[in-house]
């Protein structure tokens, strides 16, 4: 087998016991990046291999002397492009910051750097991670690596990308509106969107606001899911040991909200797959029952389009402020959007917030997950900023089609993506799992017995 088909965590056991070095990994993935990264564009601003490698010698040299390392010491990460990096420039995807060098690590990557992975590069990402397709005008647009023609997603797809053509073995990534989720789904990999302040970040927006957007993680296994937040999370929560412990899937309760999902505009054949698949998880024992949300579903995407609007104004407002000429239309028409907003309208949106959080809190009391589509359609063409039409219906903003992924990311709950693998990209999809405030752990050991059953 190559080298670089192997999971993160039996790379990991590996070199723990000097069956391969981490510089022989390093020489595998590099060599699969020459050959396929630039057909589909998902690993930018890559750095010199032979400066790398000196890194991979001194690892290999300690753990040959028996030094104990941590479990992911001398394996590959590629960073998202909005992350900084003190030896790596980080654009976020904007002409603005095409040679911007950051003088110190974010939080979360100083956690990665701590926990002794090599940091090889960036992922390429939509201009400061707006919008759900990968094009910028620093690196240009990331393919699906199922479809060459067609687009991975976004924000976060070019780590998508990159981890499902085995050119790293995991990826970290974020996620606002689906930025994981989406690309997880495009690319049929899993990913994790876990409870907002669970990993540091760098976050400055107001303290009055809420935290809809949060670091994550993208890989080809549950358990490497696991491996990679502990690291972002940079404490000791050993999560990767915890998700292999005994969970029955018969002890799961679960539900699918079918007004909620019937009142979003998704691609009836997304549906249909969809509902196939919640057939599939109730052959494995699994107990899943349909519900009806008891309240006016346009709440939640009232609440979230203010918020989110208001968030990218006061993120962007130095950027809009002094070269908007420089920034794409969907961005200019966040931030003016957010800009007209009153204090009364952010009052209304956080009362409607905290209404909905309770609702749905009262679910998941009663349930242990609720369960949606990952997407609202199959991967489309990367020439198309966003789909225009969904089942013949004209999309009112550009972000309609990715209105499925806002009710965890609005009151703050983690939510595992669970790619269906079809290994088609006309019938690419993955399932959102939502849980409840730092059910993490859980996530993670239902996603692994999903996927041990479905190898059997």
Known sequence: MEITEYYAFKLSKK?????????????????????????INAIVSLKDK???????????SLRKKGKKLPPLAGLPIAIKDLEETKDIPTSYGS???????PENDSPMVSNLRRSGLIIIGKTNTPEFGV????????????????????????????????????????????DMMGSLRTPASFCETYSIRPTPGLITSNSIISDKLPKISTNGVIARHP?????????????????????????????????????????ILVDKKVKKQFYQYIEFLLKLGMSIKKINFNFELNLIWDSWIDLRSKIISLNLKKEYDNNAGLLKDTIIWE?????????????????????????????????????????????????????????????????????????????GLPVI????????????????????????????????QIFNASIK
């Open 15 to 39: 070199i723990e016991i000097l069956e391969l070095t981490s510089e022989e990994i390093l020489e595998n993935y590099y060599d699969k990046i020459e050959k396929i990264n630039p057909k």
């Open 50 to 60: 032979m400066l790398l490698l000196e890194n991979c010698k001194k690892i290999d």
């Open 95 to 101: 002409q603005m910051y095409s040679n911007f060098q």
């Open 131 to 174: 919008g759900g397709q990968t094009f910028n005008k620093v690196f240009g647009t990331t393919s699906n690596p199922l479809d060459s023609t067609k687009t991975a997603g976004g924000s976060s797809g070019g780590a998508a990308a990159a981890v499902k053509s085995k050119l790293i073995p995991f990826a970290d990534g974020s």
């Open 223 to 263: 358990k490497d899911l696991a491996l990679l937040l502990d690291a972002c999370i940079g404490k000791k929560s050993n999560l990767q040991e915890i998700i292999g412990h005994r969970y029955l899937l018969k002890n799961v309760k679960a539900c699918v909200p079918i007004n909620y999902l019937d009142s």
């Open 335 to 411: 931030i003016e959007r957010g800009k007209n907003l009153t204090d009364e309208d952010i009052k209304v949106a956080k009362k409607k917030r905290l209404f909905l959080a309770k609702k749905i809190n009262k679910i998941l009391n009663v349930y242990n997950f609720l369960i949606l589509p990952s997407a609202q359609i199959f991967p489309f063409s990367k020439r198309n900023a966003f789909p225009k039409m969904i089942n013949g219906h004209e999309t009112k903003t550009y972000h309609q089609w990715l209105e499925i992924t806002i009710l965890p990311s609005l009151i």
């Open 417 to 448: 993506s669970i790619p269906q693998n079809t290994g088609n990209i006309k019938t690419a999809l993955a399932t959102q799992v939502i849980g409840p405030k730092n059910s993490e752990t859980r996530l993670l050991q239902l996603a692994l």
